[in-house]
């Protein structure tokens, strides 16, 4: 079974500028989930889709964010316009939609984001 | 609110020697669950374990095991005989009852060394 996958990996762009981060769920997972780490700080909870529904987007910044998920399958996280505070590593997790295993999330590798 | 706190930011051990990872949490539900993700260099969150609070029995799992003491807000973490590759990025995290929000707290997380 293949993993929660990221794409890009990286990323360095400039301020004021745009960038769409992709994440591609475990198969079968229809919950999907954004957090993002910045430098020397916690990881934070961004938002909760399950299937293509946001449940849960209270860790959303700002306006700036703006995440989707077509058809319940992938799901992009929009920065525009990219500021420099935005710099850090957004990783995407999955989990299944019932029982505990619910509680199991399963994270990807992470996007580095540079705003210069 | 909820927070985790991973009091220790890198440890370093020889291999072979035991370590324990500290983590305490505050909540004010009474029911909610942690967990322990590994974060090795290759940059994605690992699940390791999720524990309910209603369930303080500790757990083995091979080298791991985690002690939780609802009396003093701690879910701790021992490797024992540790080895190089148990080095990595550990972090503590907590969740919330109930099918309203799924988001994880992190702590900031432990970066172990463990030297040849």
């Known amino acids: 079974e293949a993993g929660v996958t990221q794409f890009p990996s990286h990323s360095v762009i400039e301020k004021g500028q745009t960038v769409t981060l992709r994440c591609d769920p475990i198969?079968?997972?229809?919950?999907l989930y954004w957090y993002r780490r910045v430098m020397g700080k916690e990881i934070k909870f961004l938002l909760h889709?399950?299937?293509?529904?946001?449940?849960?987007e209270s860790g959303m910044p700002n306006n700036r964010f703006l995440a989707e998920r077509t058809g319940g399958t992938y799901s992009t996280l929009k920065v525009q316009p990219a500021e420099l505070e935005d710099s850090g590593v957004y990783f995407c997790?999955?989990?299944?939609?019932?029982?505990?295993?619910?509680?199991?999330?399963?994270f990807g590798p992470g996007t580095r984001l540079t705003v210069t | 609110a909820q927070k985790v706190t991973q009091a220790q930011t890198e440890i370093s051990v020889v291999e072979k020697e035991d370590v324990t990872l500290d983590c305490v949490y505050e909540?004010?539900?009474?029911?909610?669950?942690l967990f322990w993700y590994k974060q090795p260099p290759s940059g994605e969150l690992v699940f390791l374990i999720r524990?309910?609070?209603?369930?303080?029995q500790n757990e083995i799992s091979g080298r791991y095991s985690w002690n939780f003491q609802k009396s003093t807000s701690s879910f701790n973490f021992t490797i024992t005989a540790s080895q190089v590759v148990d080095s990595a990025v550990y972090f503590c995290?907590?969740?919330?009852?109930?099918?309203?929000?799924?988001?994880?707290?992190f702590g900031k997380g432990t970066k172990l060394s463990v030297i040849p």
């Open positions: 997790a999955s989990s299944r939609g019932r029982s505990a295993k619910a509680y199991e999330q399963y």
């Open positions: 198969s079968g997972h229809d919950n």
């Open positions: 889709f399950v299937k293509e529904s946001k449940q849960d």
């Open positions: 909540t004010r539900d009474t029911t909610y669950y």
């Open positions: 524990r309910n609070s209603f369930d303080e």
């Open positions: 995290a907590l969740r919330p009852p109930g099918a309203g929000s799924y988001q994880l707290t």
